[in-house]
């Protein structure tokens, strides 16, 4: 038998069966070298939407294109040799019907090799969920706070405060559960519900700004290590201050040129860094 395009490290099924065990690790990863800074460190890399504002400098992720995506994915998976890697369904190419989701799903499967995409929405998109998991195009759920959705429910803001709303984010999370999704992620859901979706469900829950109880949890790693600095959501917390460093060595080289104190050719280039 063929092992070609076979790999080892994290599979979907294995996400899936941390259910209630260790603690999912994810992050995002838009880029080759940023991909294979983070792979020995995560479960799973998301190529999330979310690089329309954070690579592209977007205000929304609404404007985050199919063939961004495509592009992105495939540089992160030339980056990763054991992470699980989910590539984000952009807006506007997969609400329409389930067939075109499908189209836009085996696209993003066919042309970057991941293993599974992640789409926006609950209940009204319990269809289309079984329809892509039951051509084999694995998903993972996202419900909640969903940025594709910002304008319709107006703005960045906590979901299930209220009781409908909780009781439509539980029906949510159940839905797509019952249609066959890998995981979800529950993004900005008050803590006890979101603690209580990942009780009531049998698939794992990925947290953001929701719930440690959550199955695992995810952060964009621009905020993680501060090269994002539009806005830093309140839950994020700062490992690392990239954006001041690369600052500083700019400031630095500057510095350097004006005073032509600069390296010969003979040590421009090495082998190694
Ligand atoms: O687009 C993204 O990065 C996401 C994560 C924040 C979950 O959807």
Known sequence: MSTQGARRGVTVPDVRARKGGEPIVCLTAYTTPMARFLDPHVDLLLVGDSLGMVVYGMKTTLGVTLDMMIAHGAAVMRGVGHACVVVDLPFGSYKESPQVAYRAGARVMAETGCQAVKLEGGVEMAETIAFLVGRGIPVMGHIGLTPQSLHADGGYRAHGREETEAARLLEDARAVAQAGAFAVVVE????????????????????????????????????????????KPRFVKRYAELGVDVSKAAAAYAEDVRARRFPGPENLYTAKP
Do not use: M, N, Y
């Open 188 to 231: 900005g859901t008050v803590e006890p519900l979101a603690r209580e979706i990942t009780e009531a469900i049998s698939i794992p829950t990925i947290g953001i700004g929701a719930s440690a109880a959550c199955d695992g949890q995810i952060l964009v790693t621009d905020d993680l290590v501060g090269l994002f600095a539009d806005f």
